[in-house]
C-alpha cells in the first residue's frame, strides 16, 4: 500500500491541524495505520495508531487529550486531528501502514508515507 501524508503547517500555540494520510493500491481495511513523527536532532517516535476496529487507538502520553487518531475506510484514509497544539509537538509527522494490529513500534511498521512539516509558535 502506498501512503502520501498531508495537511501540515504553521500555526500558534493552542491552535489546531488535521493531518490527512490517503492510501492507494491497497485493501485499506486490513492495515492497522500509526502516526509517528521525528523533529530536528531526536529520533522518530510513536504519536498514535489505530487498528482495525473502531476503540482500538493508542496514544503516546504526551498527546492524550489533545490528538484522535481515527480511519475512513470507505475513503482509505486515516487522520490525526491535533488540538491544543504546543511547540514541542513541531516536527515532520509521517503516517505508516503495518498488518494486522495496531502497534506502536516504528519498526514494525513497512509501508510509509512522506512526511508533512507542522510547526507550532509560541
Known amino acids: 500500500v502506498q501512503l502520501q501524508a498531508s495537511g501540515g503547517g504553521l500555526v500558534q500555540a493552542g491552535g489546531s491541524l488535521r493531518l490527512t494520510c490517503a492510501a492507494s493500491?491497497?485493501?485499506?481495511?486490513?492495515?492497522?495505520m500509526g502516526w509517528f513523527r521525528q523533529a530536528p536532532g531526536k529520533e522518530r517516535e510513536f504519536v498514535a495508531t489505530?487498528?482495525?476496529?473502531?476503540?482500538?487507538?493508542l496514544y503516546v502520553d504526551s498527546v492524550k487529550g489533545r490528538f484522535t487518531i481515527s480511519r475512513d475506510n470507505a475513503k482509505n484514509v486515516a487522520y490525526l486531528q491535533m488540538n491544543n497544539l504546543k511547540p514541542e509537538d513541531t516536527a515532520v509527522y509521517s503516517c505508516?501502514?503495518?498488518?494486522?494490529?495496531?502497534?506502536?513500534?516504528?519498526?514494525?511498521?513497512?509501508?510509509w508515507g512522506q512526511g508533512t512539516q507542522v510547526t507550532v509558535s509560541s
Open positions: 505508516a501502514a503495518r498488518r494486522f494490529g495496531r502497534s506502536s513500534d516504528v519498526k514494525s511498521y513497512l509501508s
Open positions: 493500491g491497497g485493501t485499506f481495511s486490513i492495515y492497522a
Open positions: 489505530i487498528g482495525l476496529n473502531v476503540g482500538s487507538e
